[in-house]
């Protein structure tokens, strides 16, 4: 296990180069799937020196290409790979306190696309997936109606 995980932080180590392993410390797996066909690996992480909890969201590009949807058409392959690896640079451009914070800029290498943002508890994919222990966290009636008036304050920024 230690391999694997010294592993991955040789590998976002050169993605991010010394900047993320210098300023975070992650878990060694990742806590959840995320985006489009769960390919967004999330881990959990730690700035150090404070207690600022991130999630560094990590899409491993050979996942991408064993999709068995995409693997048919080069050309859509790379178009879809594309709009991945255009969603975080679209974050920076949103500043707006109901929708997800970007915390480190976006890097890219031949194997990997990564990014932090502000940490993000759970997605609405794995709040639908019943092999998930997330169903004891939903929350109350007016935890909902602050979700929904928060999602709504985003929508009405966006349009």
């Known amino acids: 296990m230690n391999k694997i995980f010294n592993t991955l932080k040789s590998e976002l180590k050169a993605v991010m180069g010394s900047q993320l392993t210098k300023n975070y410390d992650l878990d060694k797996e990742p806590y959840m799937q995320a985006g489009l066909h769960q390919l ?17 969201f990590m899409l491993e590009k050979k996942m991408w290409d064993s999709k068995k949807s995409m693997s048919d058409n080069p050309q859509m392959r790379e178009e ?22 970007l915390i480190e800029t976006p890097a890219e290498d031949d194997k990997y696309v990564v990014f932090i943002t502000e940490y993000v508890p759970y997605s609405l994919a794995c709040f639908a997936d019943n092999t998930k222990d997330i169903r004891d966290k ?16 985003a929508i009405n920024f966006l349009h």
Request: hydrophobic share 45%; net charge positive.
């Open 40 to 56: 967004w690996s999330v881990y959990r992480a730690t700035k150090r020196g404070k207690e600022d909890e991130v999630s560094i």
């Open 80 to 101: 879809a790979l594309g709009v991945l690896k255009k969603d975080p640079f679209n974050l920076m451009k949103l500043r707006h306190p109901a929708i997800l914070n």
């Open 138 to 153: 939903i929350p109350s009636i007016i935890e909902i109606k602050m979700i929904a008036l928060e999602l709504l304050e």
